[in-house]
């Protein structure tokens, strides 16, 4: 079945019509082409997934999904986060989070993607194919839910798309990603992709090193898990609305997935910034973390407190992030 379904996805060009197309025409017919391509990839991921996952490795990646069924040789179809035995959470269980990443990825046409979360490959899936052949992808992620799964479905991946240069780095995201700049890897990324930890103080972590990983000229970060409802969501949101407060971020565009589960998925779109748009240098992450649930604007006066001048006494409890500015 896998082998019927990639030579549909790749053979679709040849039967669309859209051969000999310049111009707009052209333009048109490519993008249905890379849709076609999209779609067609994600049934042989998905299916892999829902299907196969119990044949790797003696059984080992089987699980109960959290609808309390166990696996099932024959399940009919891929059944996201209600019978997921070895990926949740992942883009592909929405179709209007693909829809945007895709969307993103062709109007960005970046050279360079970066991501931190790799997860069951949906996002990369949907970036490449969208970015084109052209596109590489360096990604960094823990694979500790499913050991050796992770791993497998990158390998398969990188084997459907060989224009792509896709590298990936296994291990503490953080600290993977340190090492590559202190090794002189920053400056590269066009797009870059964060669905690492939900936690505000993770998120805000990471972002300094991500906007040092950012090409200047193109410095576009698209951040998962924002705008949405579930729980997962409230940390993300919160990280984002600081970074715009902050001046780090400025915003182009968000969407949540309303037709998913009472909006569960939601992302956002915008561009790092440098200089003295940057309200501050150092700031407490904990004491951002501390007005989660308030109203937005009791939130941006608390904020003014989190930024810390040099000279500035810091509480012993504080978690401080440091920005070059």
Same mark, same amino acid.
């Given at each position: 079945?896998?082998?019927?379904?990639?030579?549909?996805?790749?053979?679709?060009?040849?039967?669309?019509? $859209?051969?000999?197309?310049?111009?707009?025409?052209?333009?048109? $017919?490519?993008?249905?082409?890379?849709?076609?391509?999209?779609?067609?990839?994600?049934?042989?991921?998905?299916?892999?997934?829902?299907?196969?996952?119990?044949?790797?490795?003696?059984?080992? /990646?089987?699980?109960?999904?959290?609808?309390?069924?166990? /696996?099932?040789?024959?399940?009919?179809?891929?059944?996201?986060?209600?019978?997921? =035995?070895?990926?949740?959470?992942?883009?592909?269980?929405?179709?209007?989070?693909?829809?945007?990443?895709?969307?993103?990825?062709?109007?960005?046409?970046?050279?360079?993607? #970066?991501?931190?979360?790799?997860?069951?490959?949906?996002?990369?899936?949907?970036l490449l194919v969208g970015a084109g052949g052209n596109s590489s992808y360096l990604?960094?992620? =823990?694979?500790?839910?499913?050991p050796g799964l992770n791993e497998e479905l990158f390998r398969m991946i990188r084997?459907?798309?060989?224009?792509?240069?896709?590298?990936?780095? =296994?291990?503490?995201?953080?600290?993977?990603?340190?090492?590559?700049?202190?090794?002189?890897?920053?400056?590269? $990324?066009?797009?870059?992709?964060?669905?690492?930890?939900?936690?505000?103080?993770?998120?805000?972590?990471?972002?300094?090193?991500?906007?040092?990983?950012?090409?200047?000229?193109?410095?576009?970060?698209?951040?998962?898990?924002?705008? #949405?409802?579930?729980?997962? #969501?409230?940390?993300?949101?919160?990280?984002?609305?600081?970074?715009?407060?902050?001046?780090?971020?400025?915003?182009?565009?968000?969407?949540?997935?309303?037709?998913?589960?009472?909006?569960?998925?939601?992302?956002?779109?915008?561009?790092?910034?440098?200089?003295?748009?940057?309200?501050?240098?150092?700031?407490?992450?904990? $004491?951002?973390?501390?007005?989660?649930?308030?109203?937005?604007?009791?939130?941006?006066?608390?904020?003014?407190?989190?930024?810390?001048?040099?000279?500035?006494?810091?509480?012993?409890?504080? /978690?401080?992030?440091?920005?070059?500015?």
């Amino acid at each position: 079945m896998t082998q019927v379904l990639l030579k549909a996805a790749f053979g679709f060009a040849g039967v669309s019509g $859209c051969l000999g197309h310049v111009g707009t025409v052209g333009s048109i $017919c490519e993008l249905e082409r890379k849709q076609a391509v999209l779609a067609s990839l994600h049934t042989v991921l998905n299916t892999f997934l829902s299907h196969w996952i119990c044949r790797l490795n003696s059984g080992v /990646y089987c699980k109960t999904g959290r609808d309390g069924r166990p /696996y099932a040789e024959g399940r009919p179809f891929f059944a996201g986060s209600d019978g997921d =035995w070895a990926v949740s959470g992942h883009s592909g269980e929405s179709l209007e989070q693909t829809n945007f990443l895709f969307e993103v990825s062709t109007s960005i046409s970046p050279r360079q993607i #970066c991501e931190v979360g790799f997860n069951a490959g949906h996002s990369a899936l949907t970036l490449l194919v969208g970015a084109g052949g052209n596109s590489s992808y360096l990604g960094f992620d =823990w694979s500790i839910l499913n050991p050796g799964l992770n791993e497998e479905l990158f390998r398969m991946i990188r084997d459907w798309l060989p224009a792509n240069n896709m590298t990936i780095v =296994w291990g503490d995201a953080h600290s993977s990603i340190r090492a590559f700049l202190l090794q002189g890897g920053g400056g590269i $990324c066009e797009l870059i992709v964060f669905d690492g930890p939900h936690d505000v103080l993770q998120v805000l972590k990471f972002m300094p090193l991500l906007r040092v990983m950012a090409k200047r000229s193109r410095p576009f970060l698209f951040l998962d898990d924002v705008g #949405c409802v579930a729980a997962m #969501c409230h940390h993300s949101t919160l990280a984002w609305r600081f970074l715009l407060w902050l001046g780090m971020v400025s915003p182009i565009s968000c969407r949540v997935a309303l037709g998913h589960a009472a909006g569960e998925m939601g992302a956002c779109l915008g561009r790092f910034q440098w200089g003295q748009v940057v309200r501050c240098q150092t700031f407490d992450a904990r $004491c951002v973390a501390r007005t989660l649930g308030m109203a937005e604007q009791l939130q941006r006066e608390h904020w003014a407190r989190c930024c810390l001048e040099p000279s500035a006494q810091v509480n012993p409890d504080a /978690y401080l992030v440091h920005i070059q500015i």
